[in-house]
Nanobody, 121 residues
């Protein structure tokens, strides 16, 4: 079995910072792309940032220059450093990993359960 566990969410004032972490564990053979998505109340889930095995990154326009995604392949962990947070960043943030498990020839996406980020005075 594979588990993705997010941490680091919470309440922060506008202009503040938070760092999210997501650790993958279980019968993992290899992890390919990892990413962060978010879903605000009443809205669809959207991509925030993506990082490949080699470190290539992609960001949503709304977070460009404020958020930074990184990963530690040895720890099967992906991070999201969020700076200059705005009220519109309030959402549940989900981690996703494209990975292959041991004894399997196929790969698929696995999701964490999410961590809530609230940006408010």
């Amino acid at each position: 079995q594979v588990q993705l566990v997010e941490s680091g969410g919470g309440l922060v004032q506008p202009g503040g910072s938070l760092r999210l972490s997501c650790a993958a564990s279980g019968n993992i053979f290899n992890i390919y792309a990892m990413g962060w998505y978010r879903q605000a109340p009443g809205k669809q889930r959207e991509l925030v940032a993506l990082i490949t095995t080699g470190g290539g990154t992609n960001y949503a326009a709304s977070v460009w220059g404020r958020f930074t995604i990184s990963r530690d392949n040895a720890k099967n962990t992906v991070y999201l450093q969020m700076n200059s947070l705005k009220p519109e960043d309030t959402a549940v943030y989900y981690c996703k990993a494209d990975l292959r498990v041991i004894y399997s020839d196929s790969r698929r996406d696995y999701w964490g359960k999410g961590t809530l980020v609230t940006v408010s005075l």
